[in-house]
T-cell receptor, first 113, second 120 residues
Framework: KNQVEQSPQSLIILEGKNCTLQ??????????LRWYKQDTGRGPVSLTI?????NTKSNGRYTATLDADTKQSSLHITASQLSDSASYIC????????????FGTGTRLTVIP | GAVVSQHPSRVICKSGTSVKIECRSL??????MFWYRQFPKQSLMLMAT?????????EQGVEKDKFLINHASLTLSTLTVTSAHPEDSSFYIC????????????????FGEGSRLTVL
């Protein structure tokens, strides 16, 4: 069964601290993995997209890793800011099929001063 | 960057009325668009896949007569919630794949800002 699981469900950290969000998947055949940031009441915004051959990709203070062998991905946020408070969603794509996206349930991050 | 626009962003309607939500890709063409529903503190739930020029594909449990989808052009898909009831109140989000950058499913997927529907 194709599934995407994220952990933790929620996380509270102090401003300026780092944190790491996890995404494990069982989707196969794998095409790519995306991390999105969704502010409350807004649509998701893409942070990174990673294909099978990519291990690490950075976007500012966000760094995503992918281990295609263990089917795990992480999103590391460095020097967190209050504006990082949001839900972070992991989306995994199959190689085939029009309806081929699998969404994680998201991690709700709260950054406090 | 690519932009997907949804309209309206918020709508309040009376029970029994129908509401139409538009999803437009502003600077790219999208053969395929997706419609999602999101309840508070939950992730997106795919409702249907909208295909330009053909019928939408609905997920299991989603009533096609309740949620009418029309994808009349490469830049516009609409979702109509027919005979809305309070339980239809939710956050509806669309997304679109950029045809020009869609190669072997690695193309970027862009989301709209969402439409919050409240049915009284």
């Amino acid at each position: 069964k194709n599934q995407v699981e994220q952990s933790p469900q929620s996380l509270i950290i102090l401003e300026g601290k780092n944190c790491t969000l996890q995404c494990n998947y069982t989707v196969s055949p794998f095409s790519n993995l995306r991390w999105y940031k969704q502010d409350t009441g807004r649509g998701p915004v893409s942070l990174t997209i990673m294909t099978f051959s990519e291990n690490t990709k950075s976007n500012g203070r966000y760094t995503a890793t992918l281990d295609a062998d263990t089917k795990q991905s992480s999103l590391h946020i460095t020097a967190s800011q209050l504006s990082d408070s949001a839900s972070y969603i992991c989306v995994v794509s199959l190689k085939t099929g029009a309806n081929n996206l699998f969404f994680g349930t998201g991690t709700r991050l709260t950054v406090i001063p | 960057g690519a932009v997907v626009s949804q309209h309206p962003s918020r709508v309040i309607c009376k029970s029994g009325t129908s509401v139409k939500i538009e999803c437009r890709s502003l600077d790219f063409q999208a053969t395929t668009m997706f419609w999602y529903r999101q309840f508070p503190k939950q992730s997106l739930m795919l409702m249907a896949t909208s295909n330009e020029g053909s019928k939408a594909t609905y997920e299991q449990g989603v009533e096609k007569d309740k949620f009418l989808i029309n994808h009349a052009s490469l830049t516009l898909s609409t979702l109509t919630v027919t005979s809305a009831h309070p339980e239809d109140s939710s956050f509806y989000i669309c997304s679109a794949r950029d045809n020009g950058r869609f190669v072997a499913n690695t193309g970027e997927l862009f989301f709209g800002e969402g439409s919050r529907l409240t049915v009284l």
